[in-house]
């Protein structure tokens, strides 16, 4: 951590926190065509694990930071950097440990953290999204229980068949659509970046009488939007059985589910259990929930800076409020009063952003400029005298 003082006497809730994360997500290094550790520069892009998942940014931070100091500017505000740890495990170092431990250290009305994304194409911005509001986080168990025994007389209440059908169910359930603030903003502002006939139908969305068809040809258009819109069930692991000839008396499933802010996890497995209606198939919530936190605000003076900054450094291209179906530290901080935002500030194709926590990670050299031309603007603008 480190402080950049504007006055003798802090006013945290005048404060500006730039924090990053400086784990990573562990890689298959076979997987990889270079070192995943190695900062391998090739073909203008540096590679490797955490290159924008979240050490780019954490760089970013850091050179906006020292720039800030280095050309004496006064200060309207204190600035505060801070460089967290098991962001990607949540553990004994996590934003949630240091809250507890040390929030008088950092305590801060305003933040920047990852979360957000600026979109490339084709060499240029097509917008910039911050996020202002997170999805949260449950994973439940899917669990059938059946009569075990000798697998040479199969049984109809097998636990595994069982599992296999409420599966199929879940899959083909859609949650409904609900537009919050944040989205609804989004997509005003994403409708005019489409081709007529997909930017025809984003408008259409929160219209009575073509709202639903509208969400339906936009959620097949793009499984992020669908994503955006509604509660989403995930499958992500699968377990039962102990030989190859015993019919297993219970087997299990894990649904990786993101609710919307504002959605409550009782509800929708209300809902799931009535689509599955299988007295053999029982849910069970793991306790390791993520946080239901309130949205940021979109009117305040640090979101207009930020969308001026973004706006100036990428050739007027639109800048849009963003509800992440992702989970980040954000939540942690709004939940103490922070008004956080989420970016990552480098212009990035579809394809790199596919990349994070995958294989090959890496960010365009030029792109990683950029950013930090962004944060020095963004740091300028809201917390430097006029
Ligand atoms: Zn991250």
Redesign the pocket.
């Known amino acids: 951590m480190a402080r950049l003082k504007h006055a003798a006497i802090a006013d945290p809730s005048r404060a500006l926190l730039l924090v990053a994360?400086m784990d990573v997500v562990g890689v298959d290094k076979s997987k990889w065509t270079v070192d995943p550790f190695g900062a391998t520069m090739k073909d203008g892009y540096l590679y490797g694990r955490g290159a924008v998942?979240?050490k780019g940014m954490l760089a970013a931070n850091l050179a906006a930071f020292v720039a800030l100091k280095r050309t004496g500017a006064r200060l309207n505000r204190d600035v505060i950097f801070l460089a967290t740890c098991d962001?990607?495990a949540f553990g004994d170092s996590s934003i949630k440990a240091l809250i507890a431990k040390n929030w008088d250290k950092f305590a801060a009305g305003f933040a920047i953290n990852?979360g957000g994304v600026v979109i490339a194409k084709d060499g240029k911005v097509q917008y910039t999204a911050v996020q202002a509001s997170e999805k949260v986080t449950y994973n439940v168990d899917v669990v059938a229980r059946g009569t075990s025994g000798h697998a040479s007389i199969p049984l109809k209440d097998n636990a595994v068949l069982h599992l296999a059908t409420a599966l199929e169910k879940i899959g083909n359930y859609s949650a409904p659509v609900h537009l919050t603030a944040v989205t609804r903003r989004y997509f005003e502002g994403v409708a005019s970046l489409q081709d007529d006939e997909l930017g025809k139908w984003v408008r259409s969305l929160d219209t009575p009488d073509r709202g639903e068809h509208a969400a339906r040809v936009i959620s097949d258009a793009n499984p992020a939007w669908s994503a955006m819109l509604r509660d989403t069930i995930s499958p992500t692991m699968l377990s039962g059985g102990v030989r190859a000839n015993v019919i297993p008396a219970e087997a299990r499933a894990t649904l990786n589910i993101r609710l919307l802010p504002g959605d409550t996890i009782g509800v929708l497995l209300a809902e799931l259990n009535k689509v599955v209606n299988d007295p053999q198939v029982k849910f069970e919530i793991q306790t390791n929930a993520g946080l239901a936190a309130p949205t940021s605000s979109l009117e305040n003076d640090f979101y207009s800076a930020i969308m001026k900054a973004a706006a100036q450094e990428f050739g007027g291209a639109p800048v849009l409020p963003y509800q992440s179906t992702w989970g980040?530290d954000s939540a942690q901080l709004r939940l103490h009063n922070v008004q956080a935002y989420g970016l990552v500030p480098f212009p990035l194709t579809e394809d790199d952003l596919k990349r994070m926590h995958g294989n090959d990670e890496r960010i365009p050299v030029a792109s990683f400029a950029k950013g930090v031309a962004l944060m020095v603007r963004i740091v300028n603008e809201f917390a430097v005298s006029r």
Do not use: L, Q, R, V
């Open positions: 994360h998942d979240d962001e990607e990852e980040t």
